[in-house]
T-cell receptor, first 114, second 115 residues
Framework: AQSVTQLGSHVSVSEGALVLLRCNYSSSVPPYLFWYVQYPNQGLQLLLKYTTGATLVKGINGFEAEFKKSETSFHLTKPSAHMSDAAEYFCAVSGMDSSYKLIFGSGTRLLVRP | DSGVTQTPKHLITATGQRVTLRCSPRSGDLSVYWYQQSLDQGLQFLIQYYNGEERAKGNILERFSAQQFPDLHSELNLSSLELGDSALYFC??????????????FGPGTRLTVL
């Protein structure tokens, strides 16, 4: 079965600092991996995705993530945090079956200090 | 704006009642997924429809049901509501590329409060 673990339910960084949100997955088949962001009282917005090909994927708002098969990881990074990045971030995996349903991690709330 | 619409935005009802949540997918998307987001369970997959037919079921209670209509909009029906059903319900849609549909776009959600 597929599963996703996000380390750290809360991450706090200073504005301008590096953002690193960790995601590890478990999958018996090559996974499709996603990061979604949820701003307060809003839906989920796709940040980026890995399906096949280049393991370093770039997303919106300056975020990127690297698929590392050997480490079963898909960590999300951004070189310089902005106040507007404060939100909850979800890592998700799919591809186990033909439904491509998403299995989500528990989420990481990013706090950005001025 | 993802192109996925959900109505209503908020719903407040009493225990034992029945409600219907509506979702319109992005233009051309054949797949509709329903997810539930709650504080204790997180984001969980409920059910998927593809071009009018049920394709996959997740942790969906027997009191809940869904359908997808010929115009591809979908409805999630929740009956005999309990306090624990209070949650944010999301709909997502996806298209196909080379026969594979894997990128889901989410609607704004319906917040259900059961009193």
């Amino acid at each position: 079965a597929q599963s996703v673990t996000q380390l750290g339910s809360h991450v706090s960084v200073s504005e301008g600092a590096l953002v690193l949100l960790r995601c590890n997955y478990s999958s018996s088949v090559p996974p499709y991996l996603f990061w979604y962001v949820q701003y307060p009282n809003q839906g989920l917005q796709l940040l980026l995705k890995y399906t096949t090909g280049a393991t370093l994927v770039k997303g919106i708002n300056g975020f990127e993530a690297e698929f590392k098969k050997s480490e079963t990881s898909f960590h999300l990074t951004k070189p310089s945090a902005h106040m507007s990045d404060a939100a909850e971030y979800f890592c998700a995996v799919s591809g186990m079956d033909s439904s491509y349903k998403l299995i989500f991690g528990s989420g990481t709330r990013l706090l950005v200090r001025p | 704006d993802s192109g996925v619409t959900q109505t209503p935005k908020h719903l407040i009802t009493a225990t034992g009642q029945r409600v219907t949540l509506r979702c319109s997918p992005r233009s051309g998307d054949l797949s509709v997924y329903w997810y539930q987001q709650s504080l204790d369970q997180g984001l969980q997959f409920l059910i998927q429809y593809y071009n009018g037919e049920e394709r996959a079921k997740g942790n969906i209670l027997e009191r809940f049901s869904a359908q997808q209509f010929p115009d591809l909009h979908s409805e999630l029906n929740l009956s005999s509501l309990e306090l624990g059903d209070s949650a944010l319900y999301f709909c997502a849609s996806s298209g196909t590329s080379g026969g594979v549909s894997y990128t889901q776009y989410f609607g704004p959600g319906t917040r259900l409060t059961v009193l």
